[in-house]
């Protein structure tokens, strides 16, 4: 077993859908695909309202360095390009596409390509074209990762196989049912970086995951079930002793990580040229009736999903995309599913407690995986200093929730922490 990272939590796991084996959706009659579902700026609209498309079809073209491209999900025709709920940002520009129940795919999509014998470069263009980001949850444009800066060079890649967010059983169906698949993918990336060494990053509550790689030879290395393990800095340091410099990328210590949902996405791109054009997401929670692992094409909504699992069991008093402890709360289930949407989570039940006043236990200091001193940052943020709250890192926070777990007090820290931070750039910005 490697060695584990400072700070950081053990919230009940609550894996539920981990015995669910994956199951495509039907396809939806509608789906609303934002323009923006990866860091970087928004993709620019390729078609407009009337057009025909097919399921591949490039709908919004990269722009610039660090953007990503976005496909139809189905085919049919463009009904509106406008403004809609998103799961991340609130609202965004998005294209709405009415099914013609055809499913047709474009030409040359999922027929298989001979991509062993591609250069890189060709490589990452059809990872890039792909509209290929990090299915973990951050969904940075994947080829940007495979291009790194002239001297950087990269001795290890390490798939992050953690799954650490509480409840989320996706990544875990995925390695058991499609190992071949993410080996592939990210035999790929090495291939790409030129990296001696690939290693699978997994944690010991998933040894089933752990045997099925194992088996097909490749690096496996076991972690404690501990959160937040999947963090890419925590990560590195588990897996290689190093220590990503404050403020640098793990390509500063010779390493890339990528998700084992983003391995196996890259290889439908080089062996099938698919397109990012559906993901696995984990349906679960006490308000829904029949939880699920399901194959979701990209622009589903929320309620679409959730009415396929059965429905609500009561009416539900919190619906979060993405984990319990990084995830983010929805104002509505009209929002669709995106490229960086691992789970959706509905809690019939919510309890909400009063703010206290901080009783200076210090339990947030010492989970902090980062370590920082949150309750320090938070009582600067909110007496408006933001300068000093960025003296005391607030910018290294990775915003994983630990300190606020932990707090007697029920201090929303992240929240505040999180506010100044955009406080913190928006001046800087200035
Ligand atoms: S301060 Fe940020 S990094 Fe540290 S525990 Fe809180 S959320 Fe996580
Ligand atoms: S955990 Fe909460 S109460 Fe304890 S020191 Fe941190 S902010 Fe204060």
Known sequence: MAKGFSGGV?????KYTEKIAIEAMPLPKRVYI??????GKPAL??????????VGTKIGEADGFISSSVHSSISGTVVDIKKYPHPVVGESLCCIIESNNQDEWEQGVKVKQNYESLSRKELIEIIKEAGIVGLGGAAFPTYVKLSPPEGKKIDTIIINGCECEPMLTADHRLILEYPIGIIEGAGLFQRVLDAPRLIFAIENNKLDAADVLKKEGVEVVILKTKYPQGAEKQLIKAVLNREVPRGGLPMDVGCV???????????????YRKPLIDRVVTVTGDGIKEPKNLLVRIGTRAIDVINHCGGYTNPPKKIIFGGPMMGIA????????IKGTSGIIVRARAQTFPEGPCVRCASCIDVCPMGLMPTEIYKFVKNRRFKTAKEFGALDCIECGC??????????LVHYIKYGKAEIRRTEKK
């Open 330 to 337: 929805q104002f509505t289930d009209e929002v669709p599913v």
């Open 10 to 14: 053990h919230p009940h796991e609550e």
């Open 34 to 39: 934002p323009f923006s579902q990866h860091t």
């Open 403 to 412: 300190c606020a777990y932990s707090c007697p007090a029920r201090i929303p």
């Open 45 to 54: 609209p390729l078609v407009k309202k009337g057009d025909e498309v097919k």
């Open 257 to 271: 990580v990528q998700n084992v949902g983003t391995a196996y996405a890259a290889f439908q791109a080089a062996k």
